[in-house]
Structures are given as structure tokens and as C-alpha cells.
């Protein structure tokens, strides 16, 4: 290890409008060294991540690079310096082969006037050996699973043999069992004297690979530390304050709930062939959360969409408390019902983001008499219902006329959700609802699940994050390559052992 | 065309409020337009403007004029506003017109013989019902099979310009079988004259009924919301239970349905008879009126009465500087663009 | 018999061209995620400027000049509308139908519509002997320049996409255009150009409609034809050479339709003339439920350097 640092910064700052996203951020880093930036969703690292490959420039502060000042001006020029940037949502183009996406924007091999696939398989091949990887080149991205396509981004990255190497949330997509992979990769780039900047949200990730952590909050450094100084808890205490959130005790699950949906022999096939859901069998009763987990890719939004009549199975059967047919109910009937859905993706799927609120809350609730009187709409009523929402859950927005887009994520989340719960649903399907919110948002929707579970709700609870489902799910169940395992009591399991079905085939 | 669960890429045009200073440019802008020709002919501009102003806004029967061609642009108007809505690209309106009329004029015979209001009433029926059931059509193989809207109806409108030709030169013709047009309409059911010394005729009435019936559809009723909200995000409206592709096919019926009341009423109230192709492109002019409209039907008849004076002016343009009739195709297209440009604008300062 | 199904043949190919010209240009610019549905607007204008230019230069190859002109101007208004000012593609397009009407007619009449002009047109290429060869020599050896460049055209494409540089950028800008703009590429600028030499094709299409298939302009004269090429980009799955197909299917349905109204008078005419349209719609319903297009088509992009991104 050289004595000289790599990477140097100085007091960077950058604004969006009112909101400060990086506040004099500093920190060095040093050659062959894995660094951890730890903070949660909000406090600037993707920003402060972006400014250094190029992608975004500051509005302050200076960086060096070996110890000469640099201000990239786009990736390609940070790239060209060394610095290369996995993110957390790949920069793949899922029609076109891994070979096609190597060789995309690469001088030696994509920018020219006929492709030279031959060498950039040679190089890359190099490349993967080094580091213990197989590389299919002909296979098309998006019939690859979510793990092999973040080696393909990796690869790609690495292709231009980097001094740093950025990763932005690499566990967000991966398995328990994938893990160790990964950061056997990582430790082998240290040794071989490329410098790694991992990124994360998770604990378990800096304290499993990193020799140094820079805690960020609000923008700013609260920390830089060795990471075998510091304890868990003084880390946690770092990342989100003193003021942590309390979640309602959790109390005993409704021993005999009644049975609202019953699933059997659920199958479902993709678009492109692949198998989601393979006889996939569950019951989900009165009074639990049952939380089904995966990682992404498994099944799982293929799930959601089944249960919630947006996805007709290809065999199978759905029994719901109020129809015992069999079949497949559509989302409209099941809304009437009181099945309700908190989507994965809010923006795409849930609201109207350029309409106000009213227009976004009556979205769902048109088979609500006091909304819709015999098919004319009553707009007083649809105003009274969203001042109550707004304020019993205490969203934040601009004035009662706003539209969607001007409140923030977690705003709008809250909204959604005071939508959803309004109309007082026996079956709550909610689809990774915590995703992407800070801290204390994150509390008030689980608190929210909670209370409706306490009132004899059910709720499926499709989620990605085993700790959080272990804090307030009752029962466990897991999709793998479209196979369920469970559910089971999370009394009678253990996160080791879910972390385990999650990977099986 | 491109995979989402229902229809078109990025959703319908946008429904923003007009902003003043935008309507005045696009304005200012179109009239630039022929004024270019006008120069170039060798004629003031002004002169010419004035002329057509005084003609379509000044004189009685200049004014007549523009509103006897307003009533087609209206109701025409109406129905694409209503299927770009739920996001529905309805150009077939020439198509659904000349079908509309087809089917209220091959119904007549039944209903000549019935009392005034109520023979009337059915025949304007079965010309909407006959454009009704193309957009129902074109609506289905929208749904069910992902055919883009926009080539069905421009192709259906082939097919029906020459379902006509064949029409009034064979089982419609007229009694001495010579001329390729149909026989009169029957007495009973042609739309009455609603201003002496005018060819401004009941249509009017009919128009401005659809306007107040489907202003209160789309704003007041659920069906409506259900219509804003699939032509915003088809995606949520999936997700919300609203039955995206049910709605989708009710528009373009109505949509289509529209076109074809415009065209019995247009047969009813002037032509008194079917002949070759006389939709005169208000399919055409109706996307542009629909657009400048928002898609809002309130603000449909005021944008038909300023295609009618388009309309009537290119005729004026043409007496005093030999501008040809398709400069009004011009000014729709610029106007179209007009539009957009200042849309796009103002949603980029919205958003910074 | 055989003359007749040659003859045929021949004038399949024959009137598949304008349209493939239009719909490999359209195929290019929607491989890059642009949408242009005013290829008929684009025919209309390219057509009266390839009469008159012909007419004033006195030979074809002026009027395609101006045709090719006058589609890069058209494509151009699109283009920047809807890629840098990420306006709605289909209104745009939908403006550039009537504007090439309008364009084409008031042109028209203000120029060479008074009195009838003869338009010069394009000859036969002179193969010499192969024109001879029975069968193939009239449908393959007897048609002019324009049908040979279109169909090597569609192969130049066909090789092209999949294996040049600019080809690899040009599909990842339609099918994901934030990955092409990670990977430094100026998606932008390449939706431009594609649309651009989409507005040069469409332009050529009007220009071989007067020159080398009708060689004479009536106003409307285009009839649809805009609207079939989008109608043969999903049909050939948005692959040149299915393209290609799909355009001859069309060409044939029109020529078949021509003698059938001969062949059988007592049907009367507008049946058959209906019979191509009515081909396009099936195809349409049949193809349009199995193809998907780009992933990004019609989707405006906007670099990221310049939009916010949350942290």
C-alpha cells in the first residue's frame, strides 16, 4: 500500500433547488483500499458518487486524483481517468447480447466502424479468469438472472482497467449466498491494487468488506473511521441520529383468522419463457403479516401481480374470502371487495403523477358510493377525504390543489398509502413499500401494517429486506426460481435459514 | 406500438391549462404563415386579413358561413377530443363522417314516414351508430390485439371513401342512374333552417347539445375520470381497477360515433343527399381543433369556430390573392406545431 | 399464363418501392426510438417537389434533389420538436401530414397545376441481353435505378445494424437510452440523424412515385401510402429486410388489384381497389400482437446531466 492517497476531496457541495444534497463532503482514499460509504436512502451518497465518476459536477469543493486536481465533465472523461462506476440500476440494454453491450461506447471495440468482437472477447476473458468469472457472450442481457447481469456491468467497467472502482448498493440485488462472491471479487481488486468504494444503505455490507466507513447524513460526513473501531451500535447511531423511531410492539398474531385467499398450483410463465411461479400454494389469514421474500427476479412481482387480478395465471387456483370460485377475479372486482395494493413501482403503476391529489386519491376509490354517486362524481367528498389523509398522515405538500409530482417520495408514498387504507381493506397487498424512504417514513408505513393487522387485516407483504420483514412479519415465505418455500412462522425460522431457501433451485 | 398493456407510447397529449401568452403566439405565428404566400403573390397581407376578417366576423353572410361550417368541426371535434383523452389517436374522422352518413341515409327509407322530431332523431341515431361501429372496431382490434389505432383508421378511411364511390354509383344512385350521387334525403327528415337567409341549419342545436352532454361526461361523471385517467397513465389505471381496455373501446366508439352524427347531420342540413368524398378534411381539421382545445370539450366550439373562419377566410385569400384552398392544411400543421413547441416550453419552465 | 404472373411479379416490385423507401427510412429512425407518423405528409411535399424539380431541371435526378430536400426539412421540424423539445411524437407527426398536404397543394397550384406538364421521368436501367431471359428477365432486369438502390438499400441496412459501430449505437439508443448515454453516446444526436435520413427516405419514396412509377402528379396521389410503410416497419418486425418483404406484399396486393378490376369488370372497381387496404388491416391485427418494438420508442430522453437525481 502506498503511502500517497488516490483519491482526495475537498468541501464538495451540490445543490437541486432548495434541497442540499452534498454539504462539503471530504474524505481521502487509498490506493488498493475498499472504502465504505454508509448512509441511508437520502443522505447523499449517490449524488457524491455521481460527482466523482463524472456523471454530475459540484457546485464546490475540489477533487485530486493521484494528487492532481480533476473536474470531469462526463463519465467518459472520469472513465478515461480511471475511475469506473458500477450503479445500482445497470446501464444494460436488455435486447442487445452481453458481447454487444461490452462492446457498446468502447473505443478499441464498439466506436468503430465495424464491431471487433473477437478482441474484446479476448480481453475480457482475461479479465474474468483473473478474477474466477464465466462470461456467456452471446446470451441477449435480459434472459440473464439479475446476479450475472451485474457481473456483465462489472465486467464492463473492469474492461477498462480502472484504479477505482465505484459500487452503488451491489447486494440490493443479490442473494445471502451471492454475497461472499462478490466480495471475494472485491478483496481479489484490492489485492490487485484497485482501489473500491462500495456504497450502501446496509450495515452488513461495509462491516463484511470494508477496512474504512464515512458515515453520511443529510448530506453531510458525520463519521470517517476504521471499521473495526467503531461498534455496531455506534455505527447505527451515526447513520440515523439519536432519534430512532420506535416500532409498535408487535403483540400476538390472531391465532385463528379467519382464511382470506387461498393460492394452489399457481403457474405462471414470462413473455420471454422463463418460468416465474411454478405451484405456488399459500394461505393468507386475518390478523398477520405474511411476508414474502426473494430477491428480485424470482417471482416475485409475478406474485403481486396474480393476487392483485392485474396477471392471469396460467394454471392454478385463488380462493378469496368473498368468492370461493376458483378463478381469477380482476383488479376492479377485487378492490370492491376490499383487497387493496401498494405498488412496487409508485410512479408507473400507482399515480397519475401530474394530476392533484384528489384526481390521484378517487383513482381508486370509484366504487366507493360516497366518491361516485351512480356514476357522478361528488368532488367535495373527494376533497374532505384527502385533507383527512393528508393530515392523519402527516404528508407533507405545497397547498390542497397540489399535483403528485410536487411532493417528495416519501410524501407520496404516505399518500398512496393513506389511499389505499381508506377504504378499509380486509387483504392488504403491499409490494416493497419501505423501498427507497428514509428512516422515519419507513417506521410510519410499518406502523401503519401493524395497526392493520392489530384490527384484523391480513397483509402480504412482498419485500426484499430480511430484517425488516423479521420486525414485524408473522410468517415467512420465500420464492426462488419460482418455487415457495413456507411459509413459516418466523418464530420457527431463522434469517440464516431463509437467506439459504432464497438461493436454492 | 411500443409494449406497454394498452396503448401508445408516453401517454396522450398532455392536458395543460393554455397559458395566454402561448395561445397569442401560436396565434401570431399562424398568421405569419399565409401572410408569407400572400407576399410572395405580390398582395399586402394586410389588406388581405382585413378583407377576411371583415367578410368572416364582419359581414351577416361572411359570419353565416363560418357558422354553418362550424357545426361538422364541432361535433367531429368533440369525438377525436374524446379519444385522444383516454389516449386513443382517432384519425379516421373523414372515414367515420362518410360512414355515419352511409348508414343514416340507408336507414332513411324506415324512417321518413314518422312524425318530424322523432324520424329526425333516429336517422341522426343511425348516423351516429354507423360511425359508432368503426371506432368500436378499431377500438377492439386496439385492445385485443395491440393494432395501432393510427393505421386502422387511416386505412379504414380508404375503405370507406371507396365504399361510398361504389355506393352512390350503385345501390344508393340516383333514379336516372346518370350522376354519381344518391337521391335526395326524404323531406321529413332534413335538419330545418335555423336562420332565415342562411344556411345555418339545426345542427347547430344538435351540436351544441353533444358539447354540453359530453362537457358534463367528461368533467362531472366517472366514466369520464375513467377516461382522463387511462389516457394519462394507462399503467395506473390498470393497476387501479379501472378495466383500461373497456374504457379505451367506449371512447373511440363515442369518438367515432361523433364523426359519423356529423356526417348525417351534414347531409341532413346541407347536401341533402350523398356525393364523392364531401368530408372536405374536417376529420382532418377536427385533431387540430381538439388539440388547441385541450381536449376539453367546453373549448371545442370556440376552436371549430376558428377553423370555420380558417376555412371560409382561405376562400376570401383565394378571391383576393390567389392563395390556393390547401393553405388551411398549412395552417393546421403550423398550428399543430405552434402548439406543441409552446407546450413543450412551458413544461420545461414548470419543471425547473 | 407465365407472361401474365411475370408481368405481375414486375409490378409488384414496382409499386413496393415508394413505400419501401419510406418504411426502411421509418425502420432506421424507430430502431433509434423515433417515431415519425408524418411520412405521408413527407410523400405529399416530396412528390409536387419532385415534379416540379423535375420539370424545371429537366430531369428526374433535379427533382429528386429538391425531394430529398424537402423530406430533410420536414424531418428536421419533427426532429427537433419531438427529440429536443420532447414534444408528444404522434401530434408532431400528425403536423406533418397536413403540412405536407398543404405544402404539396398549394405548391402544386401556384406552379405547375396549370396547365398539363410532361414530367421527365426515369428509363428502364438497360441490362441488354438478361433483360431477355425469360421469366426473370422482365421481373428482375426491367426496372429503373431507384428499385435497384432501394432493395440494396434494405440489404446495406439488413448487414449494417447488427455489425457496424454506429449500428450497435444506434439500437441501444432505442432500447435504452440512458445505458447508450452512460456509455457515452450522444443518443440525441443519433435520433436526430436517424430521423433525418428517415425524412431523406420518405422523400425519395414521393419522389420515385412521380418519376419512376405513375410520371405524372395528381394532388393526393400518395393515398395512404405514408401510413402503409409504418403499417410494413412492424409487419418486417423492424428488421430491413422483413421490411423489404412487407412492402413487396404490398406492392403485389396493389398490382393484383389492378388486373382484377380488368379481369373481372362486373366487379365493380372500388372493391379491388379496397382489396390492398383491406390486406394492410389483417396484416396489421395479425403481426401487431406478436412484434414488439424498441423498448424506448416514442419515449423523449433527456441526458441526465441535465435532469435532477434524487440521492
Known sequence: MADAPLLQLQGITKCYGSLLANDSVGFDLGRGEVLGILGENGAGKSTLMNVISG??????????????????????????????????????????????????????????????????????????????????????????????????????????????????????????????????????????GTSVIIISHKLEDILDSCRRVVVMRHGRVVSVSDVGGKSRDDLIRLLVGDDLPVLRPKGLPTEEGRCLLRAAGLSVRRPNGTVALHDVGFELRRGEILALCGVEGNGQSELVQVVTGLLKPDAGRLDYWFDEGGGYPDAAVLRRAGVCHIPEDRLRDGVLVDAPLTDNFLLTHLGNAQFNRQGWLQPAMVEAAVAEAVSAYAVKTPGSRAAMSQLSGGNQQKLVLARELASDPSLIVAAHPTRGLDVKTIAFINNQLLARRSAGAGVLLASADLAEVWQIADRIMVLSAGRLHGPLRVSDTTIQEVGRWMTQR | MSANPTLIAGGGPQMRKPLWWAALAVVIVTALVPALFIVAAGKNPLTAYVALLAYTLGSTNGFYEVLTHSIPLMLVGLGVAIAFRAGAFNIGGDGQFLMGAMAAFACAPLFAGLPQPLGLVLYLAAGFAGGAVLGALVGWLLVRFRASEIISTIVLNFIVLQLLSWVIRGPLQEPSRLMPWSDYLPETLLLPNLIPGSRVHYGLVVAIVAVAVLAVLVKKTAFGFRLTAVGRNPFAARYAGLREKRVVVWAMLISAGMAGLAGSVQVAGIHERLQDNFSSGYGQAAIAIALMARLSPLWVPPMALLFAVFYVGAGVLQREANIPFPIVYIIEGVVILGFLCFDAIAGKKEAS | MDLMIAGLAAAGIRLSISIAFAALGETVSQRAGVMNVGLEGIMLFSAFLAAAGAVYSGSPWGGVVLAILGGLLLAAVHGWVSIYLCANQIVSGLALVFLGAGLSGVGYRLTIGGAPVTIPSFPAVNFGPLREIPFIGPVFFSHTLLVYIAIALAIVLYLALPRTGWGLELRAAGENPHAADAAGINVNRYRLMAVLFGGAMAGLGGAFLVLAQVNAFVEGMVAGRGFIAIACVVFGGWNPLG????????????????????????????FFVMMPYGVALVALVIFASRSFGPAALGLPFRSLRARRSAS
Open chain 3, 243 to 270: 421490411v423489404l418483404i412487407a412492402c413487396m406484399g404490398f406492392g403485389l396486393a396493389d398490382a393484383l388489384q389492378i388486373r382484377l378490376q380488368t379481369w373481372y369488370p362486373g366487379i365493380p372497381y372500388q
Open chain 1, 55 to 192: 456523471l454530475i459536477r459540484p457546485d464546490g469543493g475540489t477533487m485530486q486524483l493521484e494528487g492532481r486536481t480533476v473536474a470531469f465533465s462526463s463519465p467518459r472523461e472520469a472513465a478515461e481517468a480511471g475511475i469506473g462506476m458500477v450503479h445500482q440500476h445497470f446501464k444494460l440494454v436488455g435486447a442487445l447480447t452481453v458481447a454487444e453491450n461490452l462492446a457498446l461506447g468502447d473505443p478499441r471495440w464498439g466506436r468503430r466502424a465495424l464491431l471487433r468482437f473477437d478482441e474484446l472477447k479476448s480481453s475480457i476473458s482475461e479479465i474474468a479468469r483473473r478474477l474466477g468469472i464465466e462470461v456467456d457472450f452471446e446470451a441477449r442481457v435480459d434472459r440473464l438472472t439479475v446476479g450475472q447481469q451485474q457481473r456483465v456491468e462489472i465486467m464492463k467497467v473492469l474492461s477498462r482497467r480502472p484504479r477505482l472502482l465505484i459500487l452503488d448498493e451491489p447486494t440490493a440485488v443479490l442473494s445471502q449466498e451471492e454475497r461472499p462472491a462478490l466480495f471475494r471479487m472485491v478483496a481479489e481488486l484490492a489485492a490487485q
